[in-house]
């Protein structure tokens, strides 16, 4: 894996087509834009991205067949790479959600970033994520001032 490499949480993923909180959906749509416009090397799983279709198309209320063609263009991106889930990426999220306390669905990713050498995250939950002392988090939504 690259070492510029970073995985992109399902919430920045969602920001970027929920218009409802404009700042949000701003700072993520120029993060995704941003990164796809200059090749830069992103990850997600296999969960970052079934979250995202599920949220945008249940909660969003996005039509199922745009979704899936968002879901496929993220999946062929040359530069982005989706990671998949095994027995040890459950096994070792348990570890890292009693270890650090976190939720088990932060810590499942965490386990993924690990098993691939990924150390940093774009993401809203700081808290969490900040907890895992080799996790670099970014909040690409803060306003810079």
């Known amino acids: 894996m690259k070492e510029d490499a970073a995985i992109i ?3 920045i993923l969602v920001y970027a087509y929920d218009e409802t909180e404009k700042n949000k959906h701003l700072a993520a749509k120029a993060l995704i834009y941003d990164i796809i416009k200059k090749d830069k090397h992103f990850v997600l799983s296999v969960q970052n991205i079934s979250e995202f279709f599920f949220i945008i198309t249940e909660k969003l209320k996005m039509d199922k067949e745009v979704a899936e063609y968002l879901v496929k263009n993220y999946a062929k991106l040359e530069s982005g790479k989706i990671l998949g889930i095994n027995p040890n990426s459950v096994i070792r999220a348990m570890d890292i959600s009693r270890e650090y306390n976190i939720h088990y669905w932060d810590a499942l ?3 993924v970033m690990e098993e691939n050498g990924i ?3 774009y993401t809203e939950n700081v808290k969490d994520f900040s907890k895992v002392p080799w996790i670099e988090v970014i909040n690409p939504l803060i ?3």
């Open 143 to 145: 306003q810079n001032s």
């Open 109 to 111: 990713i965490a386990a």
């Open 119 to 121: 150390k940093r995250i």
């Open 9 to 11: 949480d399902s919430n």
